[in-house]
């Protein structure tokens, strides 16, 4: 048997192979949202979903959103392609800003930092306020995006309890005293997932805590234009008590279209610049023709008489929502009416699980969200979540038979 060829002086010798590192440590307690996930089971065309909180998309302005790209593109290409400012356009700052004077908010531009979508002004603030072991205060339930957030960030996440008029001062300023929190993070209107809006005497108790017990509050506003019934609460951000330690996010996903990714913070002016800093780690700047294009919209299309059309669509979804309600879930169950914005908030009776329930809903055709992945705290698990916004008044009725039977 012939012997093996020697080998080369210059041959690499075997290299042990040694597995590659495990992911960051942060990362382990920290599961996936499970909203996606069911979008995921319930991505097929012929399942009436309640369960993802989207926008109508047969109610986007593609026109007027074209038109403003067209006119960027052709008249100040080189600007609309180019890198620019961490801050965010002028323009669009100048735009938002008025919006919210006008909404009884004074603002400036130089106020308000643009984002690529709320979300990241949260995870901006985030890594300005919260190190590893902060307290963060949430609500319960509770935005779920904002749990994966603050749990990314090693935060010790402590709920405060709520109840159907959301969070309950007494209960704030206990945990507030005992825990010493970096900050409190609410929606205070039309909130997610519950629907709720907080009434302005508890907005002005949350002020005065924040400013007792020195915490700063996240106020998060995606849904305050999406108005149906009663009158505007002003902004906690608003209260001269919390001026100089609210931060309000805002959001063009519910008003405009979602796919720009385009949102907002409005903070004082040291955690403005935090922010600031923290986004040219993270992405430089927000996308420079989207924010042109959004502010040419806003100088030439009428967006308050968009957000009008929308509203008159998304009322008459909801109160189709609420009139099927009794004849679709068990007796004994209960629901809230929100003014406004994209959800209501259902409990179904002792005994019923809608976690265990979903897969059987699906199996006939109708999906909604289970209430247990929102709460920080204790779950409820008969809670739901419906959505309301993206199917029309006649799907909205086949979905709550579908759901009636798979209940049953």
């Not at 100040?76 to 323009?91: F, K, M, V, W």
């Not at 779950?379 to 993206?390: E, K, N, V």
Request: hydrophobic share 45%.
């Amino acid at each position: 048997m012939p012997s093996a060829a020697p080998r080369p002086a210059n041959a690499a010798s075997p290299v042990p192979s040694v597995p590659p590192p495990a992911t960051a440590s942060r990362l382990a307690g920290v599961g996936p949202s499970p909203v996606r996930e069911i979008l995921a089971l319930t991505a097929r065309p012929e399942v009436i979903s309640f369960a993802g909180g989207l926008p109508a998309p047969e109610l986007f302005d593609a026109e007027g959103l074209r038109a403003a790209y067209d006119r960027v593109l052709t008249e100040n290409p080189r600007h609309a392609l180019q890198y620019s400012t961490t801050e965010g356009d002028p323009e669009l700052r100048a735009a938002v800003a008025a919006r919210l004077t006008a909404r009884g908010l004074p603002t400036d531009a130089d106020d308000l930092l643009v984002t690529t979508g709320s979300q990241q002004a949260l995870t901006l603030l985030t890594t300005a306020l919260v190190e590893p072991g902060s307290v963060v205060l949430v609500e319960d339930p509770c935005y779920l995006a904002a749990l994966q957030t603050f749990g990314f960030a090693g935060a010790r996440v402590v709920p405060v309890p709520t109840d159907d008029r959301g969070v309950v001062p007494a209960a704030l300023e206990e945990i507030a005293a005992r825990e010493k929190p970096a900050l409190l993070y609410l929606v205070p209107t039309f909130q997610n997932p519950t629907g709720r809006t907080l009434p302005a005497g508890r907005r002005a108790a949350v002020a005065e805590a924040a400013a007792r017990h020195g915490f700063w509050i996240v106020e998060d506003d995606p849904y305050g234009e999406l108005r149906y019934d009663g009158e505007r609460v002003p902004w906690i951000a608003a209260d001269p008590a919390a001026a100089d330690r609210t931060v309000l996010l805002g959001s063009f996903s519910k008003v405009m279209a979602p796919g720009l990714r385009l949102g907002h913070l409005r903070a004082p002016a040291g955690l403005r610049r935090a922010c600031v800093i923290a986004k040219q780690a993270a992405d430089l700047h927000t996308s420079t023709v989207d924010q042109a294009a959004a502010a040419r919209y806003l100088r030439d299309s009428d967006l308050d008489a968009h957000v009008a059309v929308v509203r008159a669509a998304y009322r008459e979804r909801r109160d189709a929502l609420l009139d099927g309600l009794p004849a679709a879930l068990p007796a004994g169950s209960r629901w809230n009416r929100p003014e406004g914005g994209m959800f209501v908030w259902a409990t179904l009776p002792a005994g019923y699980d809608a976690t265990a329930l979903l897969r059987t809903a699906v199996g006939h055709g109708v999906a909604y969200v289970p209430g247990a992945p929102f709460f920080c705290g204790e779950p409820d698990p008969g809670a739901m979540r419906l959505s309301f916004t993206t199917h029309s008044a006649d799907e909205i009725g086949e979905g709550l038979r579908r759901l009636a039977k798979s209940l049953a």
